[in-house]
C-alpha cells in the first residue's frame, strides 16, 4: 500500500519553531524551499500551550475554576491567527471548530480517570495548532491538506504513554495516501492516537518526534527531518556547556543510547521504527535552514570521534537493604522491581552488592513516598536528592576530569564505551 520511498518525506516541527506568528511563517518558508515534494508536516503544540492545558485539566479534574484559562489559552490562539492575516470566519473556521470540540469536552461530565481525561483534553494543543498552521499555508496559496492523526495512528488504551497498534496503524494509512492524490503537503499532529473505541491518547510528553518516525514507518518514507532550535545533534546539552560540537553524522545505535540516558535532542522511541526500515534520521535548525545539521543512520564510522555527555539533573539515589542483613539475592530483586512497575518508576541506574541493592531515578515525591511505605516493611531505606546523573559516550580522561571537577562522586559505573556518575 506504500508508496516508493523516495516520494515522500516527513518533517517535524515543535513547539518552540510553531510559538507565534513569526514562527509560523519560518515554516511556511522553509516548506517552500522543497515545492513540488510529497511531505508529511508533524506539528507539535504552540509554546507552553501543553503546560496551560495540564493546569485546565488539574482543575476541571479537581472541580476548580479554569474559564479563565481556557479564555486565556483561546485568545492565545487567535492573535497569532490575527497576526498572520487570518481573520474573518472562514480563514478562522478550521480553528474554531476545534474551539467547539474542546468546549464539548470540557462541558461533559469528567470520570475519575486521571491519565484518560488528560489525554482528552490535552490533545488540543496539537489540534489547535495544525488548524491554524494549516490555515495559514492554505492562505499563502501551498498545496496542503489537514488530517486528524488520530485517524490512522491507533494504540492501546495506556493513556498518557500509549503503545502503538502498528498492525492496525498500517491499515490506517490509506487515509493519507489518497490525501496526496491532490496535495503536496499533509499537516498531521504530533504526540497524540486514539484508542480502537475512538479516545484520544497520548504517546509521552515531547512525543511529536515519535509521530514523525511512526509514519516515516508506515510509509516507508524517503527520510525523517526534525527542525529544531540548535543546529543539530550536539555532544552535549547548550544549556549546561558553551563549547558543544555538533555530531554530523552518528549511527541508529549511537542515537538511542544517547536517547535512553537522556540527551532531550529526540524523544528515546523514536530510533527504532527509523533504524527497521533503514529511514535516515535528519536533525536541522529552523534558525539556520540551509545548514547541513546532522544525520542519524545505519554506519557507526563516526561514532567514537568525539566524547558526548549528557545530565539529568534532580535525581534521587536511593540504597536498600534488608533488615535482617541478609543476601540481596532473586527473590528480593523480583519484589522491588514489582514494585517499581507498579508504580511506574523508572531506574536511570543501579548496582547492587552483597546486601545492598541501590537505583537512580527521577525525583518524583508522590510516587517515591509510596515505594519507600512498601519497602520499609522488610527493608531499610536510605536517599541522597538533589543529585545529577552524568553519562559520558566514548569518554576520556580529560573529559571525566573536566565534568567532575568540584563534584562529589556517589556512585560510577564505567565501561568500555560509557561511564555514568551520580554526583552532588
Known sequence: MAQDNHQIRVFKFGGASVKDAA???????ILRKYSGEKIVVV????????????????????????????????????SIAKDLGLEGDEKLKSLYDQFDHFDEVLA??????????????????ELFSTALVHSFLHQEKMSTHWLDVRQIIRTDNRFRDARINWEHSTANIGQLLHAFEKKDIVVVQGFIGSTSVGLSTTLGREGSDFTAAIMAYLLNAQDVTIWKDVPGML???????????????????EAIELAYYGASVIHPKTIKPLQNKNIPLYIKSFI?????????QESMDQDHLVPSYIFKANQVLISITPKDFSFIVEDNLKEIFDLLAQLGIRISL???????????TDKDSYKLESLFDALRQS???????????????????????????????????RSRQTVRMVVR
Open 235 to 253: 555532544n552535549a546539552d547548550p544549556k549546561w556547556f558553551k563549547d558543544t560540537v555538533k555530531l554530523d553524522k552518528i549511527s541508529f545505535r
Open 288 to 296: 539556520q535552514p540551509d545548514a547541513e545539521g546532522s544525520v542519524i
Open 350 to 360: 543501579m548496582e547492587n552488592s552483597a546486601i545492598s541493592f541501590s537505583i537512580c
Open 43 to 78: 506539528i507539535s503544540a504552540m509554546g507552553k500551550t501543553t503546560n496551560a492545558l495540564e493546569v485546565i485539566h488539574q482543575a476541571r479534574f479537581h472541580g476548580n475554576d479554569y474559564k479563565q484559562d481556557v479564555a486565556a489559552l483561546k485568545a492565545f490562539h487567535v
Open 379 to 413: 527493608y531499610q531505606v536510605r536517599y541522597n536528592e538533589d543529585l545529577t546523573l552524568i553519562t559520558v559516550r566514548h569518554w576520556d580522561d580529560k573529559t571525566l576530569q573536566m565534568l567532575t571537577s568540584g563534584k562529589e562522586v556517589l556512585l560510577e559505573q
Open 108 to 125: 461533559s461530565p469528567c470520570s475519575r480517570q486521571f491519565d484518560m481525561e488528560y489525554d482528552q483534553l490535552v490533545c488540543y494543543g
Open 23 to 29: 514562527a509560523v511563517r519560518n515554516v511556511a518558508s
